[in-house]
Nanobody, 123 residues
Framework: QVQLVESGGGSVQAGGSLRLSCAASGYTHSVRTMGWFRQAPGQAREGVARIYTGSGTTFVADSVKGRFSVSQDNAKNTLYLQMNILKPEDTAMYYC????????????????WGQGTQVTVSS
């Protein structure tokens, strides 16, 4: 089992920045892909970014490309999502997820999920 705990959410004005963190514990050695997803009320869960934990290769969705970046600190078993130039449409619950397989696509069926952290962007 892998446990994931997100932090760093909050309220910010448009144009601002936030950095989300996701602390992983448990059988982290089995994790090969970690990702960030978000879900706004009434909308489907959307994949935002992912990283291959072994190579550090990243992917960021077109909707946030150029504004968001994903990184990891393997020594701390922590995943980060740096969010810049935030827009009101970025308002959502943000979830961290982990998978024991290499996941090319950000489909919402990763093996493990955190409880989420709320991000609210006001105009």
């Amino acid at each position: 089992q892998v446990q994931l705990v997100e932090s760093g959410g909050g309220s910010v004005q448009a144009g601002g920045s936030l950095r989300l963190s996701c602390a992983a514990s448990g059988y982290t050695h089995s994790v090969r892909t970690m990702g960030w997803f978000r879900q706004a009320p009434g909308q489907a869960r959307e994949g935002v970014a992912r990283i291959y934990t072994g190579s550090g290769t990243t992917f960021v969705a077109d909707s946030v490309k150029g504004r968001f970046s994903v990184s990891q600190d393997n020594a701390k078993n922590t995943l980060y999502l740096q969010m810049n130039i935030l827009k009101p449409e970025d308002t959502a619950m943000y979830y961290c997820a982990a998978d024991t397989k290499l996941r090319w696509t950000l489909s919402a069926d990763f093996d493990y999920w955190g409880q989420g952290t709320q991000v609210t962007v006001s105009s």
